[in-house]
């Protein structure tokens, strides 16, 4: 991840297949929730107005599409603008920006409005498991904890909104982004059916500094803390003496330690290799991992961007090459490098993909940074997506993912009982033994040191 000559940035960003609520709609049931802002002032009303010119802008010359999927792009910003002079807040002008790039249905282009002069932790992480939203962790001495919530609890709703696959990007964005919340409320139904409200409130830290968004050292900053949440230290596990696992949750990783990985491996007989809840990352990090499990030099996919096409392959590592079985396990949350990694394992039949169809968020984009102001500088910046990746067999993956050869996802009672069926089911199939219980405990969840 790095700034280039544009001050634009190459982003990887879990997404949603498409958008059936959206942020607006999104928007009404949350403000029933908070008492009356703070009027919109007039200063207030004309930087957002600037903000939403600069965004068409940054779309205008810089989107992949020519024909911006049909979305009237003049059309779409004229009315964001019309509803900007009627705003009754600034949170619902800078909404409005947001709800213009909306239009497009587009997994990686989208407005980041002006940071706030703090972070929240909020001490759970939930996730898409099948077609339901689940606790996946909850923090130790976290308010989360104190109030109850449990992993493995069925999330009904989040401030009255109804997670499903097409809109907890959304949410995830609206709440925590567009909009951060101090706290959420929460209705869950347990194991046992039993369906309850808590009020989960986060832990606010104030930051020292004002957030640039065409700062490598920002974006350096964004990286080392994705990659701790991801669990990016990627980790192995040798079951017996012929198969090694991987947790790979990560394609942040530079060439030599992809070397060093398959290095690693090159005596086992059979590789679990775990992308579950793997966001991508570096292109050059997918081609050398592809380059050291094929025999042959293979094409990975074509980039298409507005003028030009890019074909990409991976060329074979030669004798330094892990040949033997491949199993590869993917979630909804395993998005961008990894999903194209397990198609081309797909496409190749070099090995089986066990797991939840995948994020479906593969296009290539970069953010625009923009700065206002002298002795108060507001900072902002929209991602543009500038290209889509295809697959060799002249498909894209975005809004659909991978199915996988054969799927299968936890339960809320395996959540709860700590249990991961699906590994134990992939050590399995590779002819080692290992119970679902001790497939969970060999990579706990690690939490961002806060």
């Not at 606790?135 to 009255?160: F, H, L, M, Y």
């Not at 230290?233 to 990985?261: H, T």
């Not at 500038?386 to 809004?399: H, Q, R, T, Y």
Request: aromatic content about 8%; hydrophobic content about 40%.
């Amino acid at each position: 991840m790095s700034i280039d000559k544009e001050k634009s940035v190459q982003l990887e960003m879990n997404t949603p297949r498409s958008y059936i609520l959206t942020l607006l709609f999104l928007f009404v049931a949350l403000f029933q929730l908070h008492a009356q802002e703070n009027p919109i002032q007039t200063g207030e009303r004309d930087l957002a107005q600037t903000m939403l010119a600069d965004v068409q802008r940054d779309l205008t010359d810089n989107y992949y599409d020519p024909k911006f999927h049909d979305m009237d792009v003049k059309g779409r910003f004229k009315e964001a603008d019309d509803r900007i002079k009627k705003a009754t807040s600034l949170n619902q002008a800078l909404g409005t920006i947001a709800w213009a790039l909306e239009g497009l249905h587009d997994s990686h282009t989208f407005f980041l409005p002006p940071p706030r002069p703090f972070r929240l932790f909020y001490g759970w992480t939930m996730q898409m498991i099948g077609e339901k939203c689940y606790v996946t962790d909850v923090e130790p001495r976290s308010d989360a904890e104190k109030k109850g919530v449990k992993q493995g609890d069925e999330i009904e709703r989040i401030n009255r909104i109804a997670p499903t696959r097409d809109n907890l990007w959304s949410l995830n964005y609206l709440l925590r982004t567009l909009r951060p919340q101090p706290g959420f409320e929460l209705v869950l139904r347990g194991v046992n059916g039993e369906e309850r409200t808590i009020g989960v409130a986060a832990k606010i830290e104030q930051t020292r500094h004002v957030t640039d968004y065409g700062s490598a050292d920002y974006w350096n900053e964004v990286r080392e803390s994705q990659s701790a949440r991801a669990l990016s230290r990627r980790r192995s596990q040798a079951v017996g003496p012929d198969l090694i696992i991987w947790k790979f949750p990560s394609f942040m990783l530079n060439e030599q330690g992809v070397d060093e990985m398959i290095g690693d491996s090159k005596n086992y007989k059979v590789m679990v290799l775990d992308l579950r809840g793997n966001s991508g990352g570096s292109i050059l990090a997918l081609l050398r991992l592809v380059g050291g499990l094929f025999e042959n030099d293979v094409k990975v996919g074509e980039v298409r961007m507005r003028k030009k096409a890019d074909t990409k392959y991976a060329k074979s590592r030669g004798d330094k090459l892990f040949v033997g079985r491949l199993i590869v396990l993917v979630d909804g949350e395993s998005a961008s490098a990894s999903e194209i990694f397990a198609r081309e394992v797909q496409l190749e039949k070099r090995g089986i993909i066990i797991g939840d169809r995948t994020a479906g968020k593969v296009m290539e984009a970069r953010v625009y940074p923009h700065q206002l102001g002298i002795d108060r500088v507001v900072n902002y910046a929209s991602y543009i997506s500038v290209a889509d990746w295809i697959m060799p067999d002249g498909k894209s993956l975005e809004n659909t993912g991978v199915i996988p050869d054969e799927e299968m996802v936890p339960t809320g009672l395996d959540l709860v009982n700590r249990r991961d069926p699906v590994l134990a089911h992939a050590v399995s199939l590779g002819g080692g033994q290992l119970s679902a219980e001790d497939a969970y405990n060999l990579f706990p969840h690690e939490w961002l040191n806060h």
